[in-house]
């Protein structure tokens, strides 16, 4: 699975729109980029996943590079509740493939 | 109750001393991984099991081992514990399909922090 590089840290102001970027320079054709957080210590939280095209959920966008080679994760309306450590994962296609978590970034929300 | 369930959610162990983290789940998923964490690092992967018969190593298994007692449990031991296994502890679960962008990702437990004293 490709590796990925991302800040180890951010800050955004409450209201305000956190974008969290994350290269994958080695990223192959067959690999998704996964975005997970972790809310002090509990256990990671799926937040979204893409393979080409940019996407949406209710949590967050994904914005994917026409290369692939990185990716933001757009938390539109950043909260109190939305400081935690974020992590970007690539993840190749196929059954046998796990989840490999770097350091992440810690992106903190303040008033 | 939670999906991924983790028992004890704290533990304080002597050095040498064997200790048995449990995982359940009602998820129905197949696969099942253990990771642990230490302070201000990402998680790595000790041991996974993608079916009942099938236990896999991860990047760090030396010194755990686990049991996959039916689809819903997965425990992970430590045949003897050393300070350096104090950490926190997560399970986490799949879907068989996960891989093929069909689901979600993985579900984890709430963590089990083990310290080694």
């Known amino acids: 699975d490709a590796k990925t590089t991302q800040p180890p840290s951010m800050d955004c102001a409450e209201g305000r729109a956190a974008n969290l970027p994350c290269n994958h320079s080695t990223i192959s054709g067959n690999e998704y980029v996964y975005w997970y957080r972790q809310i002090h210590s509990q256990g990671p939280q799926y937040i979204i996943h893409g393979l080409k095209n940019n996407e949406t959920n209710e949590m967050a966008s994904l914005i994917i590079t026409e290369d692939r080679k990185s990716s933001t994760l757009i938390l539109p309306h950043a909260t109190l509740r939305d400081t935690a450590v974020y992590y970007c994962i690539v993840r190749r296609t196929g059954t046998a493939s796990k989840l490999t978590f770097g350091t992440g970034t810690r992106l903190q929300v303040t008033l | 109750d939670a999906d991924v369930t983790q028992t004890p959610r704290n533990r304080i162990t002597k050095t040498g001393k064997r200790i048995m983290l449990e995982c359940s789940q009602t998820?129905?998923?197949?696969?099942m991984y253990w990771y642990r964490q230490d302070p201000g690092l990402g998680l790595r992967l000790i041991y996974y099991s993608f079916d009942v018969k099938d236990i896999n190593k991860g990047e760090i298994s030396d010194g755990y081992s686990v049991s996959r007692q039916a689809q819903a449990k997965f425990s992970l031991s430590l045949e003897s514990a050393i300070p350096n296994q104090t950490a926190l502890y997560f399970c986490a679960t799949s879907d068989r399909k996960f891989g093929q962008g069909v689901n979600y990702g993985y579900t984890f437990g709430s963590g089990t922090r083990l310290t080694v004293v």
């Open positions: 998820k129905g998923h197949d696969r």
